[in-house]
């Protein structure tokens, strides 16, 4: 059997012949397994879905109640039957909920990791690495310049400065599904218990991802209808990234521009975006966590799909593994 036979690529995405069933599909589907809530790989208007819960919830937050037809929970480690295929959904440590999809057919295994990170997060599952003869990887940061620092040491950097500047608001810009929650709980974690100010487009996922028992303290909006500009002074502002580019962000007093990504490795990208204060904060695994995932999940064969596919496609073909990108459209960086 070729693994083609059981995965294969399609313009609608990841399709699963003998299940009839797409992996985080790109246009509408009949039938979706959804590996996590992020907008590029969970899409509405699939007539079925499923996905873990904390996936479905989210989807249901950002698209409304009537997102597919039908829903179907996915349990970590609970194996189904689609069609001629067994099913099972692994922690992938990306954001809440996310999952690696176990496809087995005939005893050929794939496992497709959708996006995923392998350092602590108290936001997210932690990853899983799960056996497989073929494994789908992810390749955001696949580079070997690409090597994330310590998280606990990019937070005291943004604490530090805010003691430095206390008469500046500091503005942290951050992805909306995963990484602005995981900004404000390591932030707590570091012993910040002031109220962080939040904008609105962050208020229904930071809520949800409280109602899961993930303690992000007093949150209050961040808009100055009533009060003063000056207010701010000092404050901690946790923004969707787009939000920096209107009129919102002029709003602070003197603000400190911060961004949190993998991206902020790259300081020309930090410096396009006007950052002060990059944090090299990334939900996504960097190039060692990438070849240590492979080195842990063992497979024969590593299909390699949306980033620095060929780098990493070589590495593979280097140690002896066979490899291929897989040229998927349609995942972008999440503005990671």
């Known amino acids: ?26 246009a509408k589907v009949d039938r979706a397994l959804v590996t996590h809530g992020h907008a590029d790989h969970a899409r509405p208007g699939n007539r079925s879905v499923m996905a873990t819960r904390e996936t ?9 109640e009537d997102f597919a037809e039908t829903r179907q929970v996915a349990t970590f480690g609970e194996r189904v039957r689609i069609g001629e295929v067994d099913v099972s959904f692994h922690p992938a440590g990306h954001v809440l909920g996310s ?13 497709a990791s959708g996006d995923y990170k392998r350092r602590r997060d108290p936001t997210a599952e932690t ?9 789908i990887t992810e390749a955001t940061f696949a580079l070997p310049v690409f090597r994330h620092p310590d998280t606990g040491a990019e937070i005291q950097k943004l604490l530090a400065s805010m003691k ?20 404000i709980r390591e932030v707590r974690i570091a012993g910040y218990d002031e109220p962080i100010y939040i904008h609105g487009a962050l208020a229904k ?16 909006p961040a808009t100055i209808e009533g009060g003063r500009k000056g207010d701010f002074a000092g404050a901690l502002i946790v ?23 993998g991206w902020m490795r790259v300081r020309q990208r930090a410096r396009q975006r006007g950052v002060e204060l990059p944090l090299i ?8 966590e990438l070849t240590q995932t492979i080195a842990d999940v063992g497979p024969e064969e590593v299909w390699v799909t949306h980033g620095r596919e060929e780098a990493l496609v070589r590495w593979c073909e280097m140690s002896g593994r066979r490899a291929r990108p897989l040229h998927l459209v349609g995942y972008e960086d999440e503005a990671e």
């Open 239 to 261: 923004g969707t990234p787009s939000a920096f580019a209107d009129r919102w962000a002029r709003r602070f007093p003197d603000p400190v521009a911060s961004f949190a990504s």
């Open 99 to 111: 999952a690696q999809i176990r496809v087995a057919w005939k005893g050929f295994v794939i496992v």
């Open 281 to 288: 904060l990334s939900d996504h695994a960097d190039w060692d």
């Open 56 to 64: 479905l919830d989210i989807m249901a937050l950002r698209y409304g």
């Open 1 to 26: 059997m070729k693994p083609d036979d059981l995965l294969r690529p399609t313009p609608s995405g990841l399709y699963c012949p003998p299940g009839d069933f797409y992996i985080d599909p790109v």
């Open 205 to 220: 996922l930071c809520g949800y991802y409280q109602d899961k028992g993930i303690d992000l303290g007093e949150l209050r």
């Open 127 to 135: 990853f899983e690495p799960v056996s497989a003869n073929v494994f």
């Open 164 to 183: 430095r500047f206390p008469e500046r608001a500091h503005l942290v810009g951050a992805y909306a599904l995963g990484k602005a929650q995981r900004v």
